[in-house]
Every structure is written in C-alpha cells, then in structure tokens.
C-alpha cells in the first residue's frame, strides 16, 4: 500500500510549491497531499488570530490517520508542532532549510519587530513590490531565475492581508523554541538544507545533534530547494530514486 506524505510549504508559498516533488514520487510506493497553511492559498480565510496550535490543527485534521511529514522552512516549523503533538501518527519526519526557532530572547524580540514591520508594509504597499522585496533579500539572492519566476508565481496566489496575518501569528520571532523537545522525536528525521544555504546547515547540524534518530543531508541549492532541487527533496522521501545530473 502507498505511503502517505504530507508536505507543508514555506511562508507565502502554496500547496502548488511541491508540484515538482511530487511529480517525481513514484505513484506505486506514495500517496503525498500537499495543504495550503492557514493564510495561504485556498485557506486564506482560514480563523483568526493564525497560531501554531491553530496550524498543527489544521494539519492533523487534513491528514491521513498515519503519515511521513515533510515541512520547508515555516512549513517545517509547523511540522515540529505537528509531531510533538501527535507522534504516534507521523512516521517520518523530513525538515528542508527549517529550524527549531530563536532562543535569545532578545533576538527573537527583533526578530518579531521586524516581522511586525513587515506585516504593517504588506497591508499598505502594493504586493508586488512586497513580493520584489522579499524575493531579493539576501537569502534568495543566489537563486537560479527560473526559481525565482517560480517563487514569484506562488506568491501571487496568496492575499496580502492574509500574509500580514501569518506573520503576526506564526514568524520565527513568535515561535518558542522547541530545541529543549528535539529529543522527545523518537522517529526517523532527515534534515535537508542547500549547500548554499550556511546559516541553515548549522541549525541543521544543531538539530541533528539533538534528535535520537536524525541525519544531515546537503545538497545543490539554496534555501529553497522544493523549487530550485525538487529531485533532492524527492529522494530525501524516497531513497531509491536515482541522483540526476544538474
């Protein structure tokens, strides 16, 4: 019988950002759904205030009874709520250039500033030139022009007003840290993060420190490697898919 998997996509992306992996998952071995996150896409109305209990709800309620869990970047924020909530259901968990979140609380409270500003700037400035302004901010800067174009296309299948709501409700800087609960993770994790992408690898690394069952992959890319490398994040789901040339 088919695995499930459930993947969770990045702050202002859509279900529509995994359309690449999921091309590449065999349909006899997997069965994956993609879901929208509250705010995003088809659930853009979804209840307000937008939580991190609010989401891992969202996602158990839309999920089979078992499942392997793939999160990217707040996607996989989501997904360390999600497994901690409910473990005996995820089988396996895959992060891509994710994080447990900001210990210091002095970094975590600029960090929620900064998110504040960026909500208030959404809900006035047009939203494409939001979406300009986070597309070239250093993170992505090295990204291929087709990912970008890509992203792009994604982010415009969300409303501005519903992403200001997101980062209000679950940006890194209103995240608490969940480092103190790797180690109650006792499923396999993989940990994967684009070799450009350095300030990942070493949470990466951290994370795999701390989890009983973890390994580190990297691979080409940067931090946005459902888009730029779907076929790594493929095999990080499925280890019998062959390595392409890029």
């Known amino acids: 019988m088919p695995e499930n998997v459930v993947l969770l996509h990045g702050f202002g992306g859509t279900r529509r950002a995994w359309d690449g992996v999921m091309g590449l998952l065999p349909n006899e071995r997997y069965r994956p759904l993609a879901l929208d996150l ?4 088809d659930v853009a109305d979804a209840s307000r205030p937008i939580s991190f209990a609010g989401c891992t709800e969202h996602v158990l309620a839309a999920s089979p009874e078992r499942f392997a869990l793939c999160g990217y ?3 996989g924020r989501i997904a360390l709520h999600v497994a901690l909530a409910a473990p005996e259901r995820v089988e396996r968990l895959v992060l891509v250039s994710s ?3 900001i210990e210091d609380l002095a970094e ?4 929620r500033a900064s998110e504040h500003r960026l909500a208030d700037y959404l809900e006035h400035a047009p939203f494409e030139e939001f979406i300009e302004r986070w597309r070239t901010q250093p993170l992505f800067a090295e990204d291929p022009p087709d990912v970008g174009a890509l992203a792009r296309e994604d982010q415009r299948r969300n409303r501005p007003d519903a992403l200001a709501d997101v980062l209000r409700g679950v940006g890194t800087g209103e995240m608490q840290p969940l480092w103190n609960r790797l180690a109650e993770l006792s499923m396999p994790v993989t ?13 990466g690394q951290r994370m795999v420190e701390l989890l009983p069952d ?3 992959t990297v691979v080409p890319g940067g931090h946005g490697l459902p888009l730029e490398n779907p076929a790594a994040v493929a095999r990080a789901l499925d280890q019998r898919i062959k390595p392409t040339m890029r």
Request: no cysteine; aromatic share 4%; proline share 3%.
């Open 191 to 203: 940990i994967l993060v684009g070799e450009r992408d350095m300030k990942f690898q070493a949470l």
């Open 73 to 75: 970047s707040l996607g």
């Open 214 to 216: 973890a390994e580190l």
């Open 108 to 111: 975590r409270a600029r960090r």
């Open 38 to 41: 509250p705010g995003h896409g």
């Open 99 to 101: 994080t447990a979140g």
